[in-house]
């Protein structure tokens, strides 16, 4: 079978997912396409522009299925190509523009949403990686929908999306790692492991941290994840005020990120935004005990002993008892149903039936 991958976007997590569909759901002859994930307003809307200047042999062949992610503009592709409507057109959303959430003073767009929902309508299956991401785009789309200057049929519209709606999540890598069934950890080293933007809530993680070291707790930290350019204040104030308990700060190569990961006790996510959260699961995987916020994707995923009610107040407090009576953490998560070689089969029930 011959099969175009279509990926708009091409952050981390999208890379990671493309990479391993390839490897893993070999059954498809795959042609790739991607965008790096840049410009974003431009991106959302203007991919299929981009890809007939770059890429219009590539469209212009027959496939037999056409997987794109949510920021593709399906529908806009399907006209320009209208060969393409003749494969089986499948839409996977890593996340949905309706539930994310805006940076302070920026409006919302309503073309981002569009896109959404007419590659959602263009194509025959969506699939999303959490119930909370289709759940609300649901939720998001029928009140954006609601809006509307004129009548639209919004039960029937998302009727057809959900109806038939896949939930399969992004897939880690296998790891022996993850069949060991060890006591935790009894060490103090705290990761974060995050992008580096306001939507990760880092304030409430350092508020913790400098919460715990005013009541003299020892812990050390590592900070890691995507670093851009700009980044929220806050980083530059904690990297001052804890730096004698930083073990590093800032991204690593991939063999230190994984090395640091080994070696770790706790991974923490404070995040106002999540629709599945590879980092907290690659850390799980290592053997690192999740701690994250009882909203978002979060309770589908994480039994509620690895979660705290949302507060900063509340992650001090769990954080403290953790560090300073580690007989009360939880086991090591099972993170075995998450790897391809528990989601290959699905994907392929996905693509190919």
């Known amino acids: 079978m011959k099969g175009l991958l279509l990926s708009a976007y091409e952050a981390v997590s999208h890379r990671h997912w493309a990479i391993g569909l390839q490897r893993h759901v070999a059954d498809i002859d795959w042609h790739v396409l991607t965008l790096k994930p840049r410009h974003f307003r431009w991106r959302i809307r203007g991919n299929p522009l981009s890809w007939m200047l770059e890429a219009g042999e590539t469209l212009s062949r027959e496939y037999d299925v056409v997987l794109a992610t949510s920021m593709v503009d399906l529908a806009t592709l399907v006209g320009l190509y209208p060969h393409l409507g003749r494969a089986r057109k499948i839409v996977y959303f890593h996340e949905n523009q309706f539930a994310y959430p805006l940076a302070a003073g920026q409006k919302p767009q309503g073309e981002p949403l569009m896109v959404n929902l007419y590659s959602a309508l263009a194509a025959d299956r969506v699939a999303f990686n959490t119930a909370y991401n289709r759940d609300s785009f649901l939720e998001g789309a029928a009140r954006f929908l609601k809006r509307m200057p004129e009548r639209v049929p919004i039960g029937e519209t998302l009727t057809r999306i959900a109806q038939d709606a896949y939930v399969i999540p992004v897939p880690i890598d296998d790891s022996p790692s993850a069949e060991s069934t060890s006591a935790p950890r009894q060490g103090r080293r705290i990761v974060w492991n995050h992008r580096w933007e306001y939507d990760k809530n880092p304030e409430d993680f350092f508020a913790a941290l400098l919460g715990l070291q005013d009541q003299g707790v020892e812990f050390e930290v590592a900070v890691m994840g995507q670093r851009f350019r700009q980044h929220p204040a ?17 991204p690593q190569s991939d063999s230190a990120y994984w090395e640091i990961l080994s ?9 106002w935004h999540e629709f599945q959260g590879l980092s907290i699961m690659e850390a799980a995987q290592q053997g690192c005990l999740p701690l994250v916020p009882d909203r978002l994707c979060f309770p589908e995923l994480y039994p509620s002993a690895y979660r705290y009610n949302g507060t900063r107040e509340h992650l001090e407090a769990r954080l403290a008892d953790w560090l300073q009576t580690p007989e009360t953490r939880p086991q090591p998560l099972d993170v075995r149903p998450w790897q391809w070689s528990n989601q290959a089969a699905s994907y392929r029930e996905l693509l190919l039936h």
């Open 263 to 271: 070696g770790a006790d706790i991974v923490v996510s404070t995040t």
């Open 234 to 250: 806050i980083f530059e104030e904690a990297r001052e005020r804890l730096q004698q308990r930083i073990l590093c700060w800032g």
